[in-house]
């Protein structure tokens, strides 16, 4: 969707480093979420933020952290201690954030790879 | 764990009515259904998406039981562009979702 940008497209990390996949939205929605893609399988939520100040973990979280100081940003941080962190990230959005009822926008996404 | 199930691969002649079912036996009563759909390595496309009623757009329709427990996603003249992976989604939860192949 032309309203949320992720960036890199592609992301590089090396053993021990930590990285962040940006995403940034114009939409003036109120949640947002990430999801991480393995190859031939579904999305598995990582964390949420349905208002600024305030996200919750999703299924997998362990290793990743994430930030909401502002409505437009929600950067995701691949931690080191994801031991397995190449996948396919993608950012999604929502209007509202409260009873999971809601259209979600997708960002176009960010593959990241270990060296 | 997903909410819903659905067949892995489903493959369709181009022009023909594709029909893919979902069930979502444990669907509470103001949960919604959505559909969407993945070409590779791109973000999911929203398609539909119904709470009780049959739903029409103009991509496709959406037939719900009356008891809610499943669903099937219509796309009454499939093309090639069609081609990609749909999931049917209940919540935020994603499951593997269908392979749809349209063959020429």
């Known amino acids: 969707d032309g309203g949320i940008t992720q960036s890199p497209k592609y992301l590089f990390r090396k053993e021990g480093q930590n990285v962040t996949l940006s995403c940034e939205q114009n939409l003036n929605h109120d949640a947002m979420y990430w999801y991480r893609q393995d190859p031939g399988q579904g999305l598995r939520l990582i964390y949420y933020?349905?208002?600024?100040?305030?996200?919750q973990k999703g299924d997998i979280a362990e290793g990743y952290s994430v930030s909401r100081e502002k409505k437009e940003s929600f950067p995701l941080t691949v931690t080191s201690a994801q031991k397995n962190p190449t996948a396919f990230y993608l950012c999604?959005?929502?209007?509202f954030g409260y009873g999971f009822y809601e259209k979600l926008f997708f960002g176009s996404g960010t593959q990241l790879s270990v060296l | 764990d997903a909410k819903t199930t659905q067949p892995p691969s489903m493959d369709c002649a181009e022009g023909r009515a594709a029909n893919l079912p979902c069930n979502h036996s444990t669907i509470s009563g103001n949960e919604y259904v959505y559909w969407y759909r993945q070409i590779h390595s791109q973000g999911p496309q929203y398609i539909i998406h119904g709470l009780k009623n049959n739903e029409t757009n103009e991509m496709a329709s959406l037939i719900i039981t009356e008891d809610r427990k499943s669903s099937t996603l219509i796309l009454p003249h499939a093309t090639l562009r069609d081609t990609a992976v749909y999931y049917c989604?209940?919540?935020?939860?994603f499951g593997t979702g269908t392979r749809l192949k349209v063959l020429a």
């Open positions: 999604a959005t929502t209007r």
């Open positions: 989604i209940v919540g935020y939860i």
């Open positions: 933020s349905q208002i600024v100040n305030d996200f």
